[in-house]
C-alpha cells in the first residue's frame, strides 16, 4: 500500500480488485481502488472515475467537509435506472490525490466485491484484526448481582480497539433471563448480530447481550456463541471483577 496524510485524513492505495454492483449492472471494476479515513474507525472506498462502467449526471447537489473541501452530487445511471445521488466527487480538494476519484454511496449499491468475495458494512480496515481463541478461563457475567451467565469455556475475540470479547456456550448461559430484541447489527468482520434483552426481576436490560448464529467464515468460532458488553455489565475474569472499559459501546 502507498499511503498520504493531510491533516487528519489518511489516504491509502489498496492492490485489492474492487467490483460494485447494482441492478445486476456493474458500476465499476478496479485494481486502483483508494481507501480514505473520513472517520477514525473504518476506512471508505473511493475509485477511480476512469474505472467506471456507468454514467454519472451530475444533480446540483453540494456538500462541504472541512478536510475534503467541496463536493459535487452525482446520479449513477445505469440501463437499468437511477440512484439519485449515490455518487461524489471532489474536483477541488486540498486532497490531490481525490481530485481523479469517486465516492460510491455504500448502501446505495447492491453488492460490493474484494477480489471474488462479497463484503459488507464497510471496507476492511487494513490495520484491524480478529484473532478468536480457544480458553479455559473462568468467565462469570453478573447483573445487579445476579449470575446471567458461567463459563469456564469461552471463546474470547480480540478486535483492534476495542476491548476482548467474551464469547459463551448458550449452555453456559441463563437463556431464562434472556429475550430475542428486534435489533440486528451488521460487521464486516463477523456479520449480522442477533441481539437479546436481559431482564432481572421486573428491571429491562435491553440489547445487553448478542451473538452470531450464521457469521461469516474468518469468524466461524463464535457461531452459536453468547457474548455480552463488557461496558454495561459485570465480568469476573478467573474470579477477578473487570473494569468496565471505555469504548464506543459504552
Known amino acids: ?25 456493474l458500476v465499476a471494476d478496479t485494481v486502483r481502488p483508494v481507501l480514505l479515513w473520513e472517520n477514525p474507525h473504518y476506512p471508505t472506498y473511493y475509485l477511480p472515475v476512469a474505472d467506471l462502467r456507468v454514467k454519472l449526471e451530475p444533480n446540483g ?9 467541496d463536493a459535487t452530487g452525482y446520479d449513477i445511471v445505469t440501463d437499468g435506472g437511477t440512484a439519485t445521488g449515490a455518487a461524489l466527487r471532489y ?3 486540498p486532497i490531490t490525490e ?22 459488507y458494512v464497510h471496507p476492511r480496515n487494513p490495520y ?18 445476579v449470575t446471567v451467565a458461567e463459563s469456564h469455556t469461552p471463546r474470547i475475540l480480540f478486535e483492534t480497539g476495542l476491548p476482548a470479547r467474551y ?16 435489533t440486528h447489527t451488521s460487521c464486516p468482520y463477523k456479520g449480522t448480530a442477533d441481539y437479546w434483552t436481559i431482564q432481572i426481576g421486573d428491571t429491562q436490560y435491553p440489547d445487553h447481550a448478542w451473538g452470531y448464529r450464521t457469521p461469516l467464515p474468518e469468524s466461524q468460532k463464535v ?17 477477578r471483577l473487570q473494569e468496565r472499559p471505555p469504548s464506543p459501546f459504552s
Open 1 to 25: 500500500m502507498t499511503e498520504a496524510r493531510r491533516g487528519r485524513v489518511s489516504v491509502e492505495t489498496s492492490q485489492k480488485r474492487v467490483r460494485v454492483y447494482l441492478g445486476g449492472y
Open 61 to 69: 447537489d453540494i456538500r462541504h467537509s472541512p478536510s475534503r473541501g
Open 91 to 93: 474536483h477541488d480538494s
Open 98 to 119: 481525490l481530485h481523479d476519484l469517486v465516492r460510491l454511496e455504500w448502501a446505495a449499491m447492491d453488492e460490493w466485491f474484494e477480489e471474488d468475495e462479497p463484503i
Open 128 to 145: 484491524s484484526r480478529v484473532d478468536i481463541l480457544a480458553s479455559s478461563r473462568h468467565i462469570r457475567v453478573a447483573i445487579d448481582g
Open 167 to 182: 464469547y459463551l456456550p448458550m449452555t453456559d448461559v441463563r437463556m431464562d433471563l434472556l429475550h430475542p430484541s428486534d
Open 223 to 239: 457461531a452459536g456463541l453468547i457474548c455480552f458488553y463488557n461496558e454495561k455489565v459485570d465480568i469476573y475474569l478467573d474470579g
